[in-house]
């Protein structure tokens, strides 16, 4: 009797696992559209912003930690481990977000992909519906300010996605291609400033090291004995030779004076 009602307690346990996952397919989707993707184009605004509002709006559902959000320079891929319980199996599935992104023409394009993968098949991939998609997209849109309603989940949307609605710091900033690019240059501008800074300081550095060495120099030159003998040495060689000159210079007047007595006479 108690094996009896060990498999009945066992049956309607998976069941009705299996019953809350299955209410992706009845209940929250009987009037929406299977799709492979969805795509978007956010004029003005910078590939950054968005990349930004895509992992906020993630992040904000994200306090259980089931989320992975592997962002890249490009695209972004969300993923979530989820577990289908059937009645005598279980199947584990990898839910994934892929967002491609591109700017160009002054424009911010990208294609969302939302879809799951067995674990052990990556080849049995199920698209998921269109609500998922609008979504995320109206959580996008509103973090960088461009739509002011933020959309409730509901059914199984919920166990993936909160309710909460964000903080006044969760909203994106300076979101415009033309404020980002404003704010690259400041920042370039800043760092070639500090470049600048460091290069002048160093040439100074060299500078007052060079003058150091002059100054010792010309210290160890006053300092060393046979400079200054050699200085002596050459100060009274000119003194010689000015003598020598003087000399030289009376002699010749001397001459000069008798010649003019002899012209005299």
Same mark, same amino acid.
């Given at each position: 009797?108690?094996?009896?009602?060990?498999?009945?307690?066992?049956?309607?346990?998976?069941?009705?696992?299996?019953?809350?996952?299955?209410?992706?397919?009845?209940?929250?989707? $009987?009037?929406?559209?299977?799709?492979?993707?969805?795509?978007? +184009?956010? %004029?003005? $605004?910078?590939?950054?912003?968005?990349?930004?509002?895509?992992?906020?709006?993630?992040?904000?559902?994200?306090?259980?930690?089931?989320?992975?959000?592997?962002?890249?320079?490009?695209?972004?891929?969300?993923?979530?481990?989820?577990?289908?319980?059937?009645?005598?199996?279980?199947?584990?599935?990898?839910?994934?977000?892929?967002?491609?992104?591109?700017?160009?023409?002054?424009?911010?394009?990208?294609?969302?992909?939302?879809?799951?993968?067995?674990?052990?098949?990556?080849?049995?991939?199920?698209?998921?519906?269109?609500?998922?998609?609008?979504?995320?997209?109206?959580?996008?849109?509103?973090?960088?300010?461009?739509?002011?309603?933020?959309?409730?989940?509901?059914?199984?949307?919920?166990?993936?996605?909160?309710?909460?609605?964000?903080?006044?710091?969760?909203?994106?900033? %300076?979101?415009?291609?033309?404020?980002?690019?404003?704010?690259?240059?400041?920042?370039?501008?800043?760092?070639?400033?500090?470049?600048?800074?460091?290069?002048?300081?160093?040439?100074?550095?060299?500078?007052?090291?060079?003058?150091?060495? +002059?100054?010792? +120099?010309?210290?160890?030159?006053?300092?060393?004995?046979?400079?200054?003998?050699?200085?002596?040495?050459?100060?009274?060689?000119?003194?010689?030779?000015?003598?020598?000159?003087?000399?030289?210079?009376?002699?010749?007047?001397?001459?000069?004076?008798?010649?003019?007595?002899?012209?005299?006479?």
């Amino acid at each position: 009797m108690r094996i009896y009602f060990l498999i009945l307690a066992f049956f309607i346990f998976f069941s009705g696992c299996s019953l809350k996952n299955s209410s992706l397919d009845s209940a929250d989707l $009987i009037n929406a559209k299977i799709i492979k993707s969805s795509k978007r +184009e956010f %004029d003005k $605004i910078s590939k950054d912003a968005v990349l930004e509002a895509i992992k906020k709006s993630f992040a904000l559902s994200n306090k259980t930690k089931q989320f992975q959000i592997n962002s890249y320079r490009n695209y972004i891929l969300v993923q979530r481990i989820n577990f289908d319980y059937l009645i005598f199996a279980s199947n584990v599935k990898v839910e994934n977000w892929l967002f491609e992104l591109e700017q160009k023409d002054n424009k911010t394009y990208v294609t969302l992909s939302i879809f799951d993968e067995n674990k052990f098949d990556d080849k049995i991939k199920r698209y998921y519906s269109s609500n998922y998609h609008e979504l995320i997209w109206n959580r996008i849109e509103h973090l960088l300010g461009l739509d002011n309603k933020w959309i409730n989940c509901k059914g199984y949307i919920c166990s993936v996605f909160s309710s909460n609605k964000p903080l006044d710091k969760d909203y994106i900033k %300076d979101v415009l291609i033309s404020q980002r690019k404003a704010k690259l240059q400041a920042i370039l501008n800043a760092k070639i400033e500090e470049k600048k800074k460091k290069i002048q300081e160093e040439i100074l550095k060299e500078y007052e090291a060079y003058l150091d060495f +002059e100054e010792k +120099e010309q210290e160890k030159k006053k300092q060393d004995p046979q400079s200054i003998k050699i200085k002596e040495e050459f100060d009274d060689l000119l003194l010689l030779k000015d003598k020598k000159s003087l000399k030289k210079d009376r002699q010749v007047d001397k001459i000069d004076t008798k010649l003019e007595k002899i012209n005299t006479n």
